[in-house]
């Protein structure tokens, strides 16, 4: 026998012997058992953790197409709050009001296009008032008769008490009004200015500013801005607090009245 055929048959022997081999330890693993353990629990009281999504961050904003609306910036409102605040300051440093602390109110607007038989007609404002001022545009329509005693105008009533008794401030086309009033508000009293003349020239169906502040045992009006007159209420009575009226004067029986409307009401009440 030759070496090569003596290396063929020696290397034919050792692949047998080979592959005897593994399948031997292919055989024992498929039989082996598995291994025995405690089987896993969770300790006593610790709940299994729940699954967080958290949330997609996005890695740029700004290149959303959805627009988010934002809130229309009152500048009306603000600018007109400003102007009033300042106003109030104004009043303030000139004696028209006791405090320069206080609330502001929006009252509701007043119409009134039906004359009455009444003199005098009174419609409550569901505030109270002791110390403030008030702001209102004021549009009268004015027929017949503008002079005292037969006067005819739109306003307010304020300080007004359980028995009626209350204080006055008309606006007519010719002169401010201010009295005090009595049985119902039904018999009114006039005064006469302290300082000012009292006297206006406001036309029919035009707006008005009208304004009137009230400290202590004072009362101011204003028209259109201006100082028209400085009033001397009473010292002794009526310096506290009482509801507020909306007010028309008029006579239709004798040949005056007067319709109107009232509205931009704001009150500010002074308190310390």
């Known amino acids: 026998m030759n070496k090569n055929h003596a290396s063929r048959i020696l290397a034919i022997i050792a692949s047998v012997a080979m592959i005897t081999l593994a399948c031997s ?22 709940p299994p953790l729940a699954t967080v999504a958290s ?14 609306p934002q809130p229309t910036p009152q500048v009306a409102s603000t600018e007109a709050n400003s102007e009033l605040m300042a106003e109030v300051k104004d009043y303030y440093e000139k004696g028209y009001l006791p405090y320069e602390n206080g609330q502001l109110t929006t009252l509701d607007d007043f119409s009134k296009t039906r004359s009455s038989i009444k ?40 300080r007004v008490q359980n028995n009626s008794d209350g204080y006055t401030a008309i606006l ?29 020239d406001v036309r029919n169906k035009t707006k008005t500013q009208f304004s009137l502040a009230v400290n202590r045992a004072r009362a101011y009006v204003l028209v259109d801005g201006s100082l028209v007159g400085e009033y001397t209420l009473y010292t002794t009575k009526l310096l506290g607090t009482g509801d507020l009226y909306y007010g028309a004067v008029s006579d239709i029986n004798s040949g005056y009245w007067s319709s109107c409307k009232i509205s931009n009401i704001k009150l ?4 310390p």
């Not at 949330?55 to 988010?68: C, F, M, V, Y």
């Not at 003199?119 to 008030?134: E, M, N, Y």
Request: include cysteine; aromatic fraction near 12%; glycine fraction near 10%.
């Open 55 to 68: 949330p997609t961050r996005l890695t740029n904003p700004t290149a959303s197409n959805t627009s988010i």
């Open 25 to 46: 330890l292919f055989t024992s693993a498929a039989t082996a058992p598995p291994p025995i353990g405690p089987a896993f629990e969770l300790p006593t009281g610790i």
């Open 119 to 158: 003199v005098f007609d009174f419609t409550p404002t569901r505030k109270q008032s002791q110390d403030f001022a008030l702001w209102a545009d004021i549009e009268l329509d004015t027929t017949g008769s503008t002079t005292y005693p037969k006067y005819t105008g739109c306003g307010f009533a304020y």
């Open 172 to 200: 007519t086309n010719d002169y401010v009004r201010m009295g005090s009033c009595n049985s119902g508000l039904s018999q009114c009293t006039l005064f006469g200015t302290t300082h000012g003349t009292g006297t206006v």
């Open 268 to 271: 500010w009440e002074s308190t």
